[in-house]
């Protein structure tokens, strides 16, 4: 265990679902991630939240959303997705954003859209 | 984005040294990273190196460094079962008080062939 917890580890959605994916860490870290890992694809950062704030959004579509109610917890809800939004959807955290020691990752939420 | 290459897929017979290459366009990068993603599991950080350093030794790890080419490896000596994993190259470029971004390859999948 690594010190981020996400849940669920499998998830299987039909298109028109609305259903949340949850991150918690309890490392102290400030800063928390959304990393979107697909087959033969670069890791894609996809949110990036500082003190609670969000500071980044990489053009990621609107039927992703996140949510950061306090720095210990993460939230991405998910809803009307595509069968290409299938994917291993990774959670990080840091102390700062600031850093260059790198980061947490939590064990990734597998996410099927049917 | 900066772009940070690999190649998908290396197999190595136990014992053997494994080398896993990457290349990334940044000319500013100014840490680089290895993490190790096993089965299930997030990523891992294995080791990191600064831009003005050429090599870095830790155990059976090596990290070198060609700046010039733009050229990051990383070998693993005696290579065993439980080296099998997904390895990310990583970079980032930036130390200022609003963070800094890490580019991330696709991951090179490591066998282990025993």
């Known amino acids: 265990e690594t010190g981020v917890t996400q849940t669920p580890r499998h998830l299987v959605m039909g298109m028109t679902n609305k259903k949340s994916l949850k991150c918690e860490q309890h490392?102290?870290?400030?800063?928390m991630y959304w990393y979107k890992q697909s087959a033969k694809k670069p890791l894609e950062l996809m949110f990036v939240?500082?003190?609670?704030?969000?500071?980044e959004n990489n053009s990621v579509p609107s039927r992703f959303s996140p949510e950061c109610p306090n720095s210990s917890h993460l939230f991405l809800h998910l809803h009307t997705l595509q069968p290409e939004d299938s994917a291993l959807y990774l959670c990080?955290?840091?102390?700062?954003?600031?850093?260059?020691?790198?980061?947490?990752f939590g064990s990734g939420t597998r996410l099927t859209v049917v | 984005g900066e772009d940070v290459e690999q190649s998908l897929f290396l197999s190595v017979r136990e014992g053997d040294s494994s080398v896993i290459n990457c290349t990334y366009t940044?000319?500013?990068?100014?840490?680089l990273y290895w993490y190790k993603q096993e089965p299930g599991a997030g990523l891992q950080l294995l080791t990191y190196?600064?831009?003005?350093?050429d090599m870095k030794q830790d155990q059976r790890l090596t990290v070198l460094l060609n700046k010039k080419d733009k050229h990051l490896s990383l070998r693993i000596a005696d290579t065993q079962t439980g080296d099998s994993a997904i390895y990310f190259c990583?970079?980032?470029?930036?130390?200022?008080?609003?963070?800094?971004?890490?580019?991330f390859g696709t991951g090179t999948s490591l066998t282990v062939i025993p």
């Open positions: 990583a970079e980032t470029n930036s130390f200022t008080n609003t963070g800094n971004q890490f580019y």
């Open positions: 490392l102290g870290h400030n800063a």
């Open positions: 990080a955290s840091s102390q700062d954003r600031g850093a260059w020691y790198g980061y947490t």
């Open positions: 939240y500082s003190l609670e704030e969000r500071v």
């Open positions: 940044d000319s500013s990068s100014t840490y």
């Open positions: 190196i600064f831009s003005n350093m």
